[in-house]
Structure formats: structure tokens, C-alpha cells
């Protein structure tokens, strides 16, 4: 490669000078300054009118440029996706296919009580989606245990086939394996019960810290649960958890809210007026989608 000497002209020569003056110039006036400054020092702490410690920092004040901003950091929202019944892991799958350009950037917490459907579908998903957090809890508003009732008939399946449509499992397909497996023992499908943890959904779902700047999915079907779940959120003047939703995916039981004496004294048009309470809440109208079945 051939190099190019520049060309300088009268004018580049003449600024020589000027620029060698600057040079030696800043420096030898901070040394004046810096030199006043510590006679200053001395002399004060002779006469004792001031600490060694406040003359100091009066020095650092004069030399150093004090700065009235606070350096500010900024964190990338969040996308968040939970799913309150799980089943396998159909719906998960669905939402990742309609954000499969930022798949990777969600984090998803599947809740699915039912010990069965863990043995044949979501300890696979587990492995080949090693970043989904996966609870193997009933939602409620308490901690404990309670019975779950697994969907009459299919209590002692040992194979996915005995399912129905043989157990596939497929957003497109609306008979789920773990079908109407339920917490409320009044549901036509409630069959023998299992022992199961019951975690307090709203309680848990404080510690993710969402706030207005999060994307923030929230998919709920679980045979009647939601009712006391939703009602709670909706009432809970300190919690804000359901107004910072940008999506709500729910499917309501009234056959359950009707048939369960638990439920069916308070809940029988909780699904209608839903949206309304929401809007009363949030002051905003709710972004609802029905999940039929």
C-alpha cells in the first residue's frame, strides 16, 4: 500500500505553536491551582480554624466538577407467559408458535396438578424445554393440600392411548388428557381423588415483580378454580397482578360454579360480569380471550 505524506499548508505550520501552548499551558495552570489550594490547607490547619477532613473535601468540591445526575439503568422488559392448568403442554406450545420470532425471549411457569399427565407428557417437555418452569401444583388462594378429582374414567390409565382421541395432545384438539380432572368434587366429571399440593396463586405470582413495562400473558383453565382465584385478584386492593395483563386467556366453568355448593352461591354470573369488574378495577377494558371447549 502506498502512503500519502500530508500536505501541510502555511496555515497547518503556523498552528503548531498555538496547539504546543495549549498543551503545556492546561496542565501548568491545574499545577498553580492545585499548589494555592494546599498552602491554603496548610495554613488552616496551623491557625486550627479548620479539620484536616473539611479542607479536604473543600479542595475535592473546587478541583472536581460535582455532578447533580444520577447515572440511571435501564432493564429490557419482560415477556412473561403462565399458564394455570397445563394439561400437556398444548397450549405452551401454542403460544410459542404464535411468537415463534421471539420464542426464546419468554419465560413460561406451567401449573398442572395432575400427577398423571407429568408421567406422560410434561416430564418430556421438561427435557426438551429445559428453560420452562414446570410446578406440579393445583392454584388456589391458600397453601396446603387438597383433593383433586381426576376425571371420571380414566383415573388408572397406563398408557397415553387410553385417552381419549388416544391421548394426543394438540392445541387444535378439544379433548384434552387430563380432561376435567377438578378441585371441586360437585363436577359431573369428578371421579377418585388424589392427594395434591395447593399453592396461593395470587401469593406467588407477587414474587415475579411484573410491572406496567412487562409483556404479561396469563392463560387460566382449571375446572373451576378460577372463580375464587379471580375474585380474590379483583378484590385485593394491594394487588395490581390481573391490571397488568396484556392478554387473558380463560375458560369458565358456570356448569361447575352451578353444581358445586362451594361455588354456586356467589359465582353463577361471575363470567359475564368479569370484564365489567375488571374495568372497575384497572380502569380499563380487559383483553379477554375465551378458551372454548
Given at each position: 500500500?502506498?502512503?500519502?505524506?500530508?500536505?501541510?499548508?502555511?496555515?497547518?505550520?503556523?498552528?503548531?505553536?498555538?496547539?504546543?501552548?495549549?498543551?503545556?499551558?492546561?496542565?501548568?495552570?491545574?499545577?498553580?491551582?492545585?499548589?494555592?489550594?494546599?498552602?491554603?490547607?496548610?495554613?488552616?490547619?496551623?491557625?486550627?480554624?479548620?479539620?484536616?477532613?473539611?479542607?479536604?473535601?473543600?479542595?475535592?468540591?473546587?478541583?472536581?466538577?460535582?455532578?447533580?445526575?444520577?447515572?440511571?439503568?435501564?432493564?429490557?422488559?419482560?415477556?412473561?407467559?403462565?399458564?394455570?392448568?397445563?394439561?400437556?403442554?398444548?397450549?405452551?406450545?401454542?403460544?410459542?408458535?404464535?411468537?415463534?420470532?421471539?420464542?426464546?425471549?419468554?419465560?413460561?411457569?406451567?401449573?398442572?396438578?395432575?400427577?398423571q399427565i407429568h408421567h406422560f407428557y410434561l416430564n418430556d417437555l421438561k427435557k426438551s424445554h429445559p428453560n420452562v418452569n414446570i410446578f406440579p401444583h393445583a392454584a388456589s388462594i391458600e397453601d396446603g393440600e387438597m383433593e383433586l378429582?381426576?376425571?371420571?374414567?380414566?383415573?388408572?390409565?397406563?398408557?397415553?392411548?387410553?385417552?381419549?382421541?388416544?391421548?394426543?395432545?394438540?392445541?387444535?384438539?378439544?379433548?384434552?388428557?387430563?380432561?376435567?380432572?377438578?378441585?371441586?368434587?360437585?363436577?359431573?366429571?369428578?371421579?377418585?381423588?388424589?392427594?395434591?399440593?395447593?399453592?396461593?396463586?395470587?401469593?406467588?405470582?407477587?414474587?415475579?415483580?411484573?410491572?406496567?413495562?412487562?409483556?404479561?400473558?396469563?392463560?387460566?383453565?382449571?375446572?373451576?378454580?378460577?372463580?375464587?382465584?379471580?375474585?380474590?385478584?379483583?378484590?385485593?386492593?394491594?394487588?395490581?397482578?390481573?391490571?397488568?395483563?396484556?392478554?387473558?386467556?380463560?375458560?369458565?366453568?358456570?356448569?361447575?360454579?352451578?353444581?358445586?355448593?362451594?361455588?354456586?352461591?356467589?359465582?353463577?354470573?361471575?363470567?359475564?360480569?368479569?370484564?365489567?369488574?375488571?374495568?372497575?378495577?384497572?380502569?380499563?377494558?380487559?383483553?379477554?380471550?375465551?378458551?372454548?371447549?
Open positions: 500500500m502506498r502512503v500519502t505524506p500530508r500536505n501541510f499548508t502555511k496555515n497547518s505550520i503556523s498552528s503548531i505553536p498555538l496547539t504546543l501552548a495549549r498543551l503545556v499551558v492546561g496542565p501548568l495552570f491545574f499545577l498553580v491551582v492545585l499548589h494555592y489550594e494546599v498552602n491554603r490547607v496548610v495554613e488552616s490547619i496551623k491557625d486550627g480554624s479548620t479539620s484536616t477532613t473539611s479542607v479536604a473535601n473543600k479542595i475535592v468540591e473546587d478541583l472536581i466538577p460535582v455532578t447533580t445526575s444520577v447515572p440511571t439503568t435501564t432493564t429490557k422488559p419482560r415477556k412473561v407467559y403462565v399458564d394455570l392448568g397445563a394439561n400437556c403442554g398444548d397450549t405452551y406450545d401454542l403460544h410459542m408458535q404464535v411468537h415463534k420470532d421471539d420464542a426464546d425471549e419468554w419465560e413460561a411457569y406451567l401449573w398442572e396438578p395432575n400427577p378429582y381426576i376425571h371420571k374414567g380414566f383415573e388408572d390409565v397406563t398408557d397415553k392411548s387410553q385417552w381419549i382421541r388416544e391421548g394426543k395432545c394438540s392445541a387444535s384438539n378439544p379433548a384434552k388428557p387430563s380432561a376435567g380432572t377438578t378441585l371441586f368434587r360437585g363436577s359431573g366429571a369428578a371421579g377418585k381423588p388424589v392427594t395434591v399440593k395447593v399453592v396461593n396463586f395470587p401469593k406467588w405470582l407477587k414474587t415475579l415483580n411484573l410491572n406496567e413495562h412487562d409483556k404479561f400473558v396469563l392463560k387460566i383453565d382449571i375446572e373451576g378454580a378460577e372463580y375464587e382465584i379471580l375474585d380474590q385478584m379483583l378484590s385485593d386492593k394491594d394487588d395490581n397482578n390481573l391490571c397488568l395483563t396484556d392478554l387473558m386467556q380463560v375458560e369458565f366453568h358456570p356448569g361447575i360454579a352451578k353444581a358445586d355448593d362451594s361455588l354456586k352461591s356467589k359465582y353463577t354470573t361471575f363470567d359475564t360480569d368479569f370484564p365489567s369488574l375488571f374495568k372497575q378495577k384497572c380502569g380499563r377494558d380487559v383483553n379477554l380471550e375465551l378458551i372454548a371447549r
